[in-house]
């Protein structure tokens, strides 16, 4: 059983820190991608960064600069540090993982986020 674990949300202040974190555990394999996404009220899914299992990085034009993506291969878990946070930053934050194993792509349960003014 593959199961991804999300912890870390919250809520802050505007100009506040967060740090997510997202635990894969199961017969997932090596994944070679990770990632963020999130979700705000009325609005669709946005991807917020990606990391490889090589270290290589991409981020949303909206979090550059204020969030940093990393990675733990040995524990197969992913984390988001935000910094600098805004109240349009406010969402759900889904963890995703794309594997070779069956069903290929793993989505975390979404943890909220809130920032306030």
């Known amino acids: 059983q593959v199961q991804l674990v999300e912890s870390g949300g919250g809520l802050v202040q505007a100009g506040g820190s967060l740090r997510l974190s997202c635990a894969a555990s199961?017969?997932?394999?090596?994944?070679?991608?990770m990632g963020w996404y999130r979700q705000a009220p009325g609005k669709q899914r946005e991807l917020v960064a990606t990391?490889?299992?090589?270290?290589?990085?991409n981020y949303a034009d909206s979090v550059k600069g204020r969030f940093i993506i990393s990675r733990d291969n040995a524990k197969n878990t992913v984390y988001l540090q935000m910094n600098s946070l805004k109240p349009e930053d406010t969402a759900v934050y889904y963890c995703?993982?794309?594997?070779?194993?069956?069903?290929?792509?793993?989505w975390g349960q979404g943890t909220q986020v809130t920032i306030s003014s």
């Open positions: 199961g017969s997932i394999g090596s994944p070679n991608v």
């Open positions: 990391i490889t299992r090589g270290g290589s990085t």
């Open positions: 995703n993982v794309n594997a070779i194993v069956a069903p290929y792509v793993y």
